[in-house]
């Protein structure tokens, strides 16, 4: 049963544009949300966070917005950058005490 | 520096093997994990633990063993009767369990990546 659901596999942009990437969850206990950007080979590197008390944060390039009645967060990139193009995964700690992982999405942003 | 150290960064093993991965931290956490990535199913809890001398199992802990008798060291044993250990591993660590006090960030070490021959 997958909780934290990132539905494109992939995703394709062209350096400047915006990258949006999307990610669906299921279990209203969830609330605290995590991005991570990771390159092969190696471990994920935390990108930007939000508690579900929250709406929008922002960092830089980076906004992640989260719609609770829609159990749905996405992040944004703006303007993606080549050294952008790593897989980004989406994750949500809840009342277990686990974080859980979506199954992320490969970005690449081309010149 | 700070942070989380794995070794092996790459290992092959025979069937019916046997094998530890490392992972040492000297970030002063407390807890630890270790996660699994195979393609198109991000990652996955093995084993996680709150404090030393205490480790849970996490979503896919049957074939894994792990102990936790200092806070630095969270090593990870892939025992025989794992059924396809062929996978990235991901130690992590976080200066609390779960996201209480502070910003729910998982400090993740480089993985290693366990061949089954």
């Known amino acids: 049963d997958q909780q934290v659901k990132q539905n494109s596999p992939s995703l394709s942009v062209q350096e400047g544009r915006i990258s949006i990437l999307n990610c669906d969850y299921t279990?209203?206990?969830?609330?605290?949300f995590l991005w991570y950007k990771k390159y092969p080979a190696e471990g994920p590197t935390f990108l930007i966070s939000?508690?579900?008390?929250?709406d929008k944060n922002e960092d830089g390039r980076f906004t992640v917005f989260l719609n609770k009645s829609a159990k749905h967060l996405s992040l944004h990139i703006v303007p993606s950058q080549p050294g952008d193009s790593a897989v980004y995964f989406c994750?949500?700690?809840?009342?277990?005490?686990?974080?859980?992982f979506g199954q992320g999405t490969t970005l690449q942003v081309k010149p | 520096d700070g942070g989380i150290t794995q070794s092996p960064k790459y290992l092959f093993r025979k069937e019916g093997q046997n094998v530890t991965l490392s992972c040492e931290q000297n970030?002063?956490?407390?807890?630890m994990y270790w996660y699994r990535q195979d393609p198109g199913q991000g990652l996955r809890l093995i084993y996680y633990s709150q404090i030393v001398n205490d480790f849970q199992k996490g979503d896919i802990a049957e074939g894994y063993s792990v102990s936790r008798e200092k806070k630095e060291s969270f090593p990870l044993t892939v025992t025989s009767a794992q059924k396809n250990p062929t996978a990235f591993y991901l130690c992590?660590?976080?200066?609390?369990?779960?996201?209480?006090?502070?910003?729910?960030?998982?400090?993740f070490g480089e993985g290693s990546r366990l061949t089954v021959l």
């Open positions: 279990n209203s206990m969830f609330d605290y």
């Open positions: 992590a660590s976080s200066p609390t369990w779960g996201q209480l006090g502070g910003t729910g960030e998982l400090f």
């Open positions: 994750a949500a700690w809840g009342n277990t005490g686990k974080l859980i």
């Open positions: 939000i508690s579900s008390i929250k």
């Open positions: 970030l002063n956490h407390d807890a």
